[in-house]
């Protein structure tokens, strides 16, 4: 009976971990899709060759660096001294281009190019990299239509990342690419770009040469802006703006081109970027050109004093880009375009009524635009949102009041031309609370292409997987009460958009008043123990070591400490592979002996620690400045590979050796000793894929499982542990419910060529180590509870003890437990049910909170919190949940399965 009973129960939570990622997907397509796509009007226009003669330039070279905050151009502290010269002198007009959500570079270079706003579709598409689901061919950006526009079919030449090429495939007609992909061989990759600038500009074939650098942001990535690296490199790419500029005044058919140099988005204190902070939205864009310092130019000094909100000179929105280029350029404006000319570029026409018409024509765009949007938000099909549709409908009323004022306006211009005419039609269209301004709101609301039968579906796949995975559960007790009740509260708190945005003190507090309780219940008949003192209290320290929210001096003041002292940061990571090593070496002296087990456990965790500090000194040199140049030249000629291939190695012939021992006709080790040890041995992998101010964490971690283990946990007390501890550790690690958050450097670790199934998996690990490691440490709690007795701490060797503390003498010569003692626990129908109730109380948290989650999104739906806060959370969520039921669930099943019983 008991075997039938848990052959349903495996059953049914193997379909419900098929549900969940499921449904998550489902719903994900419904509210993930592009922006519906407008009817694009005709490439022609009546004066379209009087514009392209008349207009101020040309030609023009687009330069963009990614990831160039306003900072790093504008700023004291900035590395580009000659452009800052450029400014002073006038012949660089600086501006401060505002990007939006989601700050990723295949979304940003959608709207530089088509003048719109995005979807958070690209934050998908921007992460696995399908150039079939990118592809825009025809797609109406400036970039077509400049090419339309000269009729002497000169070319459009880039050379770049392949983004550009796997949006516009049919729009360039001479490229050299890159793949993006390859994250830590990007540092040098510029100057694959430069070599050829300099053939390129001697050449006059070409209307636009676009340039994407990507080295600047690659070693934001890997180092963070105060990465050493980072300055020269700032240097290098304002030499390439020095040799531009020379061109243009030194070649003849120079003269009239524009260089723009501007990047897609800026990036936080850490290097990343995807999301809304002042320090992702400014990106640097500065005019250039010989002309336009001929022209009336305000005077603007340069460098600035540091600005704390990141705004220097002038603030536009990013979009505005597009239609300033079709008026420089003399090509019509893009039919979806919703940017608007940027103001302080109105003196490179030389002309207030060539101006003027201009603007007058980008109005025109613009009403048409949203004409067409309109009418295809009314074709969709919405939710209901009274207050959303009211606000909604009074802007378009307010826009068709303020369209028919600038009607007016061309009307008088039209029949009595003058100067005070002409300001007023300037006027109406341009000033903050005219036309242009309310219909780009408009227009920028985010995609209202949602498929509510795809969210119906979603939703209802993860309430099927809640009543399976409720139908499932063997039993309730206390622990399952408790975690009923972290379940609700923190299903409760996802409609709240202020408390999403701030989740991490949810399970901050959460956390602490769920070892409290556990402290007080074990200890309540003999008194307060030190050690659950302890174990409250470093999970309070490691909630305070990275940054969270707004403001956290703490973490502020630490990273200041080891950005000073350098050798903090490796202390705490050299215990921790000495912590590792001791583990690995007690598993493997049984077998092996003390001493042959000592030096391989030693060449294991030689070899991460090797890796991890040669690939940080590469990335940040001034991690290691304490140490001598002798130290630092050996620590750079340490081959990275090489130790990569020797850890994995040394890691796959442990495992295997383990396994053995498991499965062997002669073996003295039991399933739960064996699975241990895998664990222990993946956490060394886990080690190896975290960055160096996170390894005290695993200190922290290993403390606090030994007090767990010793207070001899239930299975559903184990699962709530799990959760509480996994979803604050997410956080207190660095993470946060932002695009910006996620880590890519150790996604490569020890790739030799672009893999993206590998790459995709390592980066998972990389950035959800906090709760991967409390899965894996909750299959180590389960080893308390089999036969259906406590014996907490299971064959773990402490201080000579076997059994949590209790005294034995059965021990052989290499200080490992007899073969009778191993013998002694074996699997049982009981204990193998321990581990299904344990993973089902793990995966009814995921479906509950799923299913909460994506009925907060339907509930939030038509408030711009959707996308600024739901929506990046969303794409965490999918990505937690898809990896943790299929792999993370599967990972610990395949455990079971091998090493405790079939």
Not at 11 to 34: D, K, W, Y
Not at 400 to 419: F, I
Not at 473 to 478: D, F, T
Not at 687 to 698: C, D, G, I
Request: charged share 15%; net charge negative.
């Amino acid at each position: 009976m008991i075997f039938k009973s848990r052959t349903a129960s495996t059953l049914l939570l193997l379909l419900v971990n098929i549900l969940i990622p499921l449904g998550m997907l489902i719903f994900m397509s419904g509210l993930f899709r592009s922006r519906p796509q407008l009817d694009a009007t005709d490439f022609p226009s009546p004066s379209l060759e009087t514009r392209v003669h008349n207009a101020p330039f040309d030609k023009v070279v687009f330069m963009m660096v990614d990831g160039l905050r306003t900072d790093f151009v504008f700023s004291k502290n900035g590395g580009f001294p000659f452009t800052q010269g450029l400014i002073r002198s006038g012949a660089a007009v600086p501006i401060t281009a505002l990007s939006a959500m989601p700050t990723l570079t295949l979304s940003r270079i959608k709207a530089l190019t088509q003048g719109s706003s995005q979807s958070f579709l690209d934050a998908w598409l921007n992460v696995v990299n399908w150039p079939e689901d990118s592809r825009l061919d025809g797609g109406d950006t400036w970039l077509a239509r400049l090419k339309a526009s000269r009729a002497d079919q000169k070319e459009l030449v880039f050379y770049g990342i392949e983004e550009w090429l796997d949006l516009y495939p049919d729009v360039f007609d001479r490229v050299e690419s890159f793949s993006s992909f390859q994250l830590p061989k990007l540092v040098n990759s510029d100057q694959n770009i430069t070599r050829n600038l300099s053939n390129e500009l001697a050449r006059d074939d070409w209307t636009a040469l676009i340039l994407h650098y990507l080295g600047l942001d690659c070693i934001a990535h890997v180092g963070g802006p105060r990465s050493a690296h980072m300055r020269p490199k700032q240097l290098e790419m304002d030499a390439v703006v020095k040799d531009i500029y020379t061109a243009l005044t030194r070649e003849p058919h120079m003269q009239d081109t524009l260089l723009v140099l501007l990047g897609d988005h800026g990036m936080t204190a850490q290097g990343n970027h995807g999301g809304r902070l002042p320090e992702e939205l400014a990106a640097a864009t500065v005019f250039i050109s010989p002309k336009l310092g001929d022209m009336a130019q305000p005077q603007r000094s340069a460098p600035l004093d540091i600005a704390e909100d990141y705004l220097y000179y002038s603030a536009v929105n990013q979009i505005d880009m597009v239609p300033t280029l079709s008026g420089l350029m003399g090509f019509p404006i893009p039919s979806a375009n919703a940017g608007i000319f940027i103001p302080d570029m109105l003196s490179a026409f030389g002309d207030d009524t060539k101006a003027v018409e201009f603007l007058l024509e980008n109005a025109k765009q613009i009403h048409r635009a949203l004409q067409i949007s309109t009418k295809s938000s009314n074709k969709a099909v919405v939710l209901d949102d009274d207050k959303y549709s009211t606000g909604h409908h009074d802007d378009l009323g307010r826009t068709g009041d303020l369209w028919e004022a600038v009607l007016l306006a061309e009307k008088a211009w039209v029949d009595s031309p003058s100067n005070e005419v002409r300001d007023h039609l300037k006027d109406s269209i341009y000033e903050a609370s005219m036309f242009v301004a309310v219909a780009q709101g408009l227009l920028l609301v985010s995609v209202d292409n949602i498929s509510i039968d795809r969210l119906h579906a979603g939703v209802g796949c993860l309430a099927a997987a809640v009543i399976l995975a409720y139908a499932s559960l063997p039993s309730l007790n206390l622990g399952s009460y408790s975690l009923f009740v972290a379940i609700a509260v923190h299903s409760a708190t996802m409609f709240v958009p202020g408390l999403v945005e701030e989740e991490h003190h949810s399970w901050y507090w959460g956390s602490l008043l769920w070892l409290a309780f556990l402290s007080v219940l074990r200890t309540r008949r003999s008194g307060l123990r030190l050690a659950h003192l302890g174990l409250i209290a470093l999970h309070f320290i490691g909630q305070c070591i990275n940054k969270q929210g707004a403001t956290n001096s703490v973490a502020e003041h630490i990273d200041d400490l080891i950005f000073r002292h350098p050798v903090l940061l490796w202390i705490p990571a050299l215990l921790s592979h000495l912590s590792a090593f001791v583990l690995i070496t007690r598993n493997l002296q049984t077998a092996l002996g003390r001493w042959v087990a000592a030096v391989v456990s030693l060449a294991l965790c030689a070899a991460a620690f090797g890796f991890k500090l040669a690939s940080t000194y590469s990335h940040n040199p001034e991690s290691l400045s304490f140490a001598s140049e002798y130290v630092r030249e050996l620590v750079a000629s340490v081959p990275q590979d090489r130790l990569v291939r020797a850890f994995w190695t040394g890691f796959l012939a442990c495992s295997l050796f383990f396994i053995w021992q498991r499965r062997g006709p002669y073996s003295p080790t039991s399933g739960f000793v064996a699975m241990t040890r895998i664990i222990d041995l993946l956490n060394i992998y886990l080690r190896l894929q975290s960055r160096p101010k996170n390894l005290s964490f695993f200190l922290i971690f290993e403390y606090q499982l030994e007090v767990l283990l010793s207070m001899g946990l239930s299975p559903a007390e184990t699962a709530t542990t799990v959760i509480l501890l996994g979803q604050s550790a997410f956080y207190s690690m660095g993470r946060d419910n932002t695009i910006a958050s996620l880590d890519l450097l150790n996604g490569f670790n020890g790739l030799g060529e672009s893999s993206i199934i590998r790459v995709v998996i390592q980066s998972f690990l990389s950035n959800w180590i906090g709760p991967v490691w409390w899965s894996l440490a909750g299959l180590r709690l389960l080893t308390s509870w089999h036969d259906g007795r406590h014996s907490p701490a299971t064959l773990t060797l402490q201080n000579g003890h076997v059994n949590g503390g209790h005294k034995t003498d059965h021990l052989n010569s290499n200080g490992g437990p007899k073969i009778d003692d191993a013998k002694m626990v074996k699997p049982t129908p009981e204990s193998t049910a321990n581990y299904i109730e344990y993973f089902t109380m793990q995966t009814l948290f995921s479906a509950l909170s799923s299913l909460a989650f994506n009925l907060a999104c339907m509930y939030i739906w038509g408030h711009e919190d959707l996308w600024n806060i739901y929506a990046p959370k969303f794409i965490n969520a999918f990505l937690w949940v898809f990896f943790h039921q299929l792999m993370v669930n599967g990972m610990g099943c395949s455990i079971i399965w091998l090493l405790v019983g079939n």
